[in-house]
């Protein structure tokens, strides 16, 4: 299984960024989905997730700003960012709950992506 993911770059405060993330291989569903960010020399917070059911979760510092959202049809996951402040400059990474052969659930990461957001 493979996690492979798009997006992110250089943004002024204020603008947005889209990120997405998609799943591949052999595997029967995806649980879970989620987005992880990292800024240098802090640790590695989650910032939102999604189940198969579409209950998200954010991180308090993001709600309101981002959406999370996933097409199960394509096994990909969306990140959707708006409103981002200096503070949002982080590598984030996708994170997937991947049952590859019911009911054994591996987690699976994909690369990080740099987000850095200018004052």
């Known amino acids: 299984v493979q996690l492979q993911a798009y997006g992110g770059g250089l943004v002024q405060a204020g603008g947005f960024l889209r990120l997405s993330c998609a799943a591949s291989g052999r595997f029967n569903s995806i649980d879970t989905m989620g987005w992880y960010r990292q800024a240098p020399g802090k640790q590695r917070e989650l910032v939102a997730s999604?189940?198969?059911?579409?209950?998200?979760d954010y991180a308090d510092s993001v709600k309101g700003r981002f959406t999370i959202s996933r097409n199960n049809a394509e096994n990909t996951v969306y990140l959707q960012m708006s409103s981002l402040k200096p503070d949002d400059t982080a590598v984030y990474s996708c994170?997937?709950?991947?049952?590859?052969?019911?009911?054994?659930?591996?987690?699976?990461w994909g690369q990080g992506t740099q987000v850095t957001v200018s004052s």
């Open positions: 994170a997937a709950s991947v049952v590859v052969v019911p009911p054994k659930i591996f987690d699976y």
């Open positions: 999604i189940n198969s059911g579409g209950s998200t």
